[in-house]
């Protein structure tokens, strides 16, 4: 299953998506979930995760089947490629 997935800011709580698609070749959405959040850490300045990687685990946590890629808009590593991004964070 591969899960792409996205967090979404408003005034006081975050909305975070998910799009399921069983492979690659995939035509169709398999499924969908959609989870509200409230409270929403602040935006830090380079610690984007820590603001992002919650909303996202707690739509992740609510697939049923073995998700076994997740596509993230966000970096994996920072800078020197010893620094993890908010997709470094998620593995």
Known sequence: MIACVDVD????EAVAACVLFDDW????ASGTRIERIAPVAPYE???FYR???PCLL???ESVRAEV????????VWLKDETTPGLGGHLY
């Open 9 to 12: 800011y408003r005034e006081s």
């Open 25 to 28: 070749q995939s035509a169709e």
């Open 45 to 47: 300045p380079g610690q």
């Open 51 to 53: 603001r992002e990687l």
């Open 58 to 60: 707690r739509v992740l």
């Open 68 to 75: 076994t890629t997740v596509l993230v808009d966000g970096y």
